[in-house]
């Protein structure tokens, strides 16, 4: 069936520094792939996503890398901060969202 | 615009009843989706409702069920509650039910224990 791996699991970087986090899916026919972040309490929110016909898009510090032919994609947040900290989802839909398990980042003052 | 809205945020039931819980979308939206979130299974699709038709539904027993009204407004509902039934349980929404072109906007969840 329908599959994402997500990783790492979890990821610990200091202030300022960069984080990556890695998908893959297994679906070739997924064509759309949100990254939500979920903080304490709270639901999944939408900080971007992207498209099968688009190889990168980026908001402000945060950037998705996409390579439909590896079937990976990725979320680049540069210049990290406290407020960055939460768990992040990556997801692919194809006639429905499929998530991955989650990374924990915490950004270290 | 008010986003999608939970209710209730906290319940505690005991195994063997039956629990409902309520999602309003965002106005205008006509797709409910519910996820189920676990810290060991992540977060698993339950259904899917567009138009008051479930349209979608994922490897759930049939315990599990739901409907949307005509306002588009959703209900789940858990029948003979199991103590692995403890978890979060998202209502999302979007403008249509394909999620490729209509990204889904979570709700705070419903946190249930069952005891």
């Known amino acids: 069936g329908e599959n994402v791996e997500q990783h790492p699991s979890t990821l610990s970087v200091q202030e300022g520094d960069s984080a990556v986090i890695k998908c893959t899916y297994s679906?070739?026919?997924?064509?759309?792939f949100p990254w939500y972040k979920q903080e304490l309490g709270k639901g999944p929110q939408l900080i971007i996503d992207?498209?099968?016909?688009?190889g990168e898009k980026k908001d402000q510090r945060i950037a998705v890398t996409l390579n439909k032919t590896a079937k990976h994609f990725s979320l680049h947040i540069t210049e990290t901060q406290p407020e960055d900290s939460a768990v992040y989802f990556c997801?692919?839909?194809?006639?429905?969202?499929?998530f991955g398990s989650g990374t924990r980042l915490l950004v270290r003052p | 615009k008010a986003g999608v809205t939970q209710t209730p945020r906290y319940l505690i039931k005991t195994r063997g009843q039956q629990v409902t819980l309520s999602c309003s979308p965002i106005?205008?939206?006509?797709?409910v989706s519910w996820y189920q979130q676990t810290p060991g299974q992540g977060l698993q699709f339950l259904f899917e409702?567009?138009?008051?038709?479930?349209?979608n539904k994922g490897n759930f027993p049939g315990r599990f069920s739901g409907r949307q009204f005509s306002n588009s407004r959703s209900e789940m509902n858990v029948s003979t509650l199991e103590l692995g039934d403890s978890a979060l349980y998202l209502c999302?929404?979007?403008?249509?039910?394909?999620?490729?072109?209509?990204?889904?906007?979570f709700g705070n969840g419903t946190r249930l224990t069952v005891t």
């Open positions: 992207i498209r099968s016909n688009v």
């Open positions: 999302a929404s979007s403008l249509h039910h394909d999620n490729r072109n209509s990204p889904l906007h």
């Open positions: 106005s205008g939206h006509r797709s």
């Open positions: 679906d070739s026919a997924s064509n759309y």
């Open positions: 997801a692919a839909a194809s006639y429905k969202l499929i």
């Open positions: 409702y567009f138009s008051e038709t479930q349209r």
